[in-house]
C-alpha cells in the first residue's frame, strides 16, 4: 500500500518520518498530475503547495484549527490529505469534487472562498471570536504573493497586526506569479526578499561555521534560521511587515519540509500573528508546467499527462480570442486606447494588445477597485481605457463602476469576459450578476453580442464613447458560428436585429449573447409545432431602446432569453415598460434564477435551469395555449421599410 492510501485524515502524518513525507510529496505530485489531466482544473498552483500543505497539516490540527486558504484553488492538497482522494475521479463535475474548498464536502473546510484577498479577513474575524469564546486555537491562512496585491488584504493585516496576542499564522506561498507574473511594489518588496545578497551570504557564512562545531552546531542553525529578526532587519528590506507590527520568519524553501515544519512549529508556539514567507515554484515535479512561460498551467482543461499538450477536438477560437484580435486592430487605429486588467492579461486576452502596445498597457495586480478608478483617471486625462477582467470580478467595484467611472460621466470600456453561466468553477465564478447589477447605474451602455462580428462592432462603438462608461460582455465558450441579420431596426444603441421573421408571427424571441442561438433553436422547434415566431436580437441590451419597446409591442407573447439573473435582468425590464405601454403582451422572462449554482458543466447547469431549447419550447407553447395565440396576428412586416 503506497503512502497516499494509509492518509484518510491529517493526523496520520504526524507517525510518518521526514523521508516519508518527501515520499508522500511525491506520491501527492504524481496523483495531481495524473487526475487533474483527465478531469481539467488548477494543476499549477497546486504542485507548488505540496510540502507547504503537508507541513500545515503535520503541524496544526486541523479542524480544531482552521486553515483557510485565499481564493482556494490551491486547496487540492488539503482535499487529499482530509480523505477525498477518492474524488477527484469527478473533480469539477456535476455531483463531483468542487475545485475550492467546499464546506458541504467536510468538515476541514471552513471558508468556501474562491475571490483572491479575502482569507485574511476571514482569519482575523475567526481568530478574534476564538479569543472571545475563550477557545485556544490558531487560524493558519495561505495566501499567495498575487492575493498580497489587493487592498483588502492589507486592510486586514492592520487590524490583525493591532492585536498582538491574536492567534494567526499566515503562510505568503510566494511564488512570484498569480495568473502571470505578481505585478507592483509589493512583488519588488518580495523580490528583494528573496534575493537581498547580504542576507544570503551572512546566512551561508554562518552555516558552514555552525555547523564545523559539535554537537551543538545544528541546533544554533535551526534557532539562527527560525526567528532571526535581528540579522534580516539589518540585512533584508523586510521592515514593511516588521512596521505593521509582525513577526516575520523566512524566506524559507517552501519545498524544504523541514524547514517548513520548523518555521511552522515555532509560528504555532509564538502565540500572537506570524507570517510565514515561503518561496515555491508554480508547476513543480511537472516538467512541462515548470516550462510554460505563461502561467505554468495555472488552470488547464483535459491534458497528456506526459507531455502537458490539450487533449480535445480540434481547436476552436472562443470568445476571449475574438476580444483579443480586435483589440490589437483598434489599438493600431486608435492611439487613445488603452487597456487595464487585473492580474489577468492571459486569461482575458490581453497579451496580444500588451506586446504590441506594452506602454498602452497597465496590469494592476488583484485589484479591482483601483483598477476602475485609474481608468477613470486615464479618461479624464483624455484617453480611452479598456478594463478587462472576468465578469463577476467586477462585482467587487461596483461602487467605484457607479461613483468614480459613470458620475463623473467617463468613457470607460468595460470587457467582460466569463459572463453568464461559465460552470466548473462553481457559484463564485458565474457571470450572472452582471448585468443586474450594472444596469442600475445612470448612463451605463450595455451590449452582449451574439457572435465575433457583433462582438467587433460593440467594441469599436464603446471606444468611441468619451462621456459615458459602457460594457461588452460575452461568454467563455468557443465563438458560434455567425448569425446573420435578417433585417435591422434603427441604428447605433438602439439598434435591433431580427435574426428570424416568420410572417404572420405573434410571438417575437428576444435572446442576446450566448442566447441569440438558443432563441433560433426555440423558433425551429415552435415552428415544427405549428407556433410561428420572429426572433430580435438588441444589440445594446440596456438601457431599454425605443425600437426594442416598440417591436415587442406589437406581439401577443414575447418571450425573453438572458445568460444573466431573471431579477433585474432584461426580461424584467421589458415586462415593466410593456405592463404601462402594451398591457395585453405577455412576457415570459427566462434566465437564471437568484441562486447560487453548483459546479459542473455549462450544459448541466443550463439544463438543470431549464435553459435548454427543449425546456423553453415546452413552455412557451404552454403559454401559448394558455394566451389563446392563433394565426392571425399582426406582422411584423408593419415595421420594415418599404
Not at 505563461?294 to 476580444?323: K, L, M, N, Y
Request: proline share 5%; charged share 25%.
Amino acid at each position: 500500500m503506497s503512502l497516499l492510501e494509509k492518509i484518510r485524515d491529517p493526523r496520520a502524518l504526524r507517525s510518518l518520518s521526514r523521508q516519508q513525507l518527501d515520499d508522500l510529496a511525491d506520491e501527492i505530485r504524481r496523483f495531481l498530475i495524473n487526475r487533474v489531466s483527465r478531469t481539467g482544473g488548477h494543476l499549477g498552483p497546486n504542485l507548488g503547495v505540496v510540502e507547504l500543505t503537508i507541513g500545515i497539516h503535520r503541524v496544526f490540527n486541523s479542524p480544531h484549527d482552521p486553515i483557510i486558504f485565499d481564493t482556494g484553488h490551491q486547496s487540492y492538497v488539503h482535499k487529499i490529505l482530509t480523505g477525498r482522494a477518492e474524488g477527484f475521479a469527478g473533480l469539477r463535475q456535476r455531483g463531483g469534487l468542487s475545485g475550492y474548498p467546499d464546506r458541504s464536502e467536510s468538515e476541514h473546510d471552513w471558508v468556501e472562498n474562491s475571490h483572491a484577498s479575502t482569507a485574511l479577513s476571514w482569519a482575523e474575524g475567526l481568530a478574534k471570536g476564538f479569543r472571545l469564546r475563550g477557545e485556544e486555537r490558531t487560524v493558519v491562512v495561505v495566501v499567495g504573493d498575487g492575493a498580497l496585491t489587493g487592498g483588502m488584504a492589507w486592510e486586514a493585516l492592520n487590524n490583525i497586526a493591532a492585536q498582538p496576542d491574536l492567534r494567526i499564522v499566515i503562510v505568503v506561498n510566494d511564488n512570484g506569479r498569480s495568473y502571470t507574473p505578481t505585478v507592483g511594489g509589493l512583488a519588488n518588496h518580495l523580490a528583494g526578499l528573496r534575493t537581498d545578497q547580504r542576507y544570503e551570504r551572512t546566512l551561508s557564512f554562518i552555516k558552514r561555521r555552525l555547523h564545523r562545531m559539535p554537537i551543538l552546531g545544528r541546533p544554533v542553525y535551526d534557532l539562527l534560521h527560525g526567528f532571526k529578526t535581528g540579522v534580516k532587519d539589518v540585512l533584508a528590506p523586510q521592515g514593511m511587515f516588521s512596521d505593521l507590527g509582525l513577526k516575520y520568519t523566512g524566506p524559507i524553501d517552501g519545498h524544504d519540509i523541514r524547514a517548513v515544519i520548523g518555521h511552522l512549529e515555532q509560528a504555532r508556539h509564538f502565540g500572537g500573528p506570524v507570517l510565514v514567507h515561503a518561496i515555491t515554484r508554480k508547476g513543480k515535479g511537472f516538467k512541462a508546467a515548470e516550462e510554460h512561460e505563461e502561467d505554468q498551467f495555472h488552470a488547464v482543461g483535459r491534458i497528456d499527462e506526459v507531455t502537458g499538450e490539450p487533449v480535445s477536438d480540434a481547436v476552436q477560437a472562443t470568445w476571449t480570442d475574438a476580444f483579443a484580435e480586435a483589440m490589437v486592430r483598434i489599438g493600431e487605429r486608435d492611439e487613445k486606447v488603452v487597456a487595464i486588467t487585473a492580474a489577468m492579461l492571459h486569461p482575458v486576452g490581453l497579451a496580444r494588445f500588451a506586446a504590441a502596445f506594452p506602454e498602452r498597457t497597465f496590469d494592476v495586480g488583484i485589484a479591482e477597485q483601483h483598477a476602475v478608478v485609474s481608468a477613470a483617471g486615464l479618461a479624464r486625462a483624455g484617453l480611452h481605457p479598456v478594463v478587462a477582467v472576468y465578469a463577476t470580478f467586477l462585482n467587487r467595484a461596483f461602487d467605484q463602476v457607479l461613483m468614480d467611472v459613470a458620475l463623473h460621466g467617463e468613457g470607460v470600456t468595460f470587457a467582460l469576459d466569463r459572463a453568464g453561466v461559465t460552470g466548473t468553477d462553481g457559484p463564485s465564478h458565474n457571470g450572472m450578476w452582471d448585468l443586474s447589477l450594472l444596469g442600475l447605474v445612470p448612463g451605463i451602455e450595455i451590449a452582449a453580442p451574439r457572435d465575433q462580428a457583433r462582438l467587433v462592432a460593440a467594441l469599436e462603438r464603446a471606444v468611441t464613447v468619451d462621456d459615458a462608461p459602457t460594457v461588452v460582455r460575452y461568454s467563455k465558450e468557443k465563438l458560434p458560428d455567425e448569425i446573420p441579420a435578417v433585417q435591422s431596426l434603427g441604428e447605433g444603441r438602439d439598434q435591433v436585429d431580427l435574426l428570424r421573421i416568420d410572417r404572420g408571427a405573434r410571438v417575437l424571441i428576444v435572446g442576446h449573447g450566448q442566447f441569440a442561438g438558443l432563441a433560433m433553436e426555440v423558433a425551429s422547434r415552435l415552428a415544427a409545432e405549428g407556433v410561428t415566431s420572429d426572433v430580435a436580437d438588441p444589440l445594446w441590451c440596456l438601457p431599454l431602446g425605443r425600437q426594442l419597446l416598440e417591436l415587442a409591442s406589437r406581439y401577443d407573447l414575447v418571450v425573453t432569453l438572458e445568460d444573466n439573473l431573471l431579477v433585474g435582468g432584461l426580461g424584467e425590464r421589458i415586462r415593466g415598460r410593456l405592463a404601462a405601454t402594451a398591457p395585453t403582451t405577455t412576457v415570459l422572462c427566462f434566465g437564471i434564477e437568484q441562486r447560487f449554482l453548483g459546479h459542473g458543466s455549462r450544459e448541466q447547469v443550463l439544463e438543470e435551469l431549464g435553459l435548454t431549447p427543449k425546456d423553453v419550447t415546452r413552455k412557451v407553447l404552454e403559454t401559448s395555449l394558455g394566451a389563446g395565440i392563433c394565426e392571425a396576428p399582426p406582422s411584423v412586416a408593419q415595421l420594415l421599410p418599404e
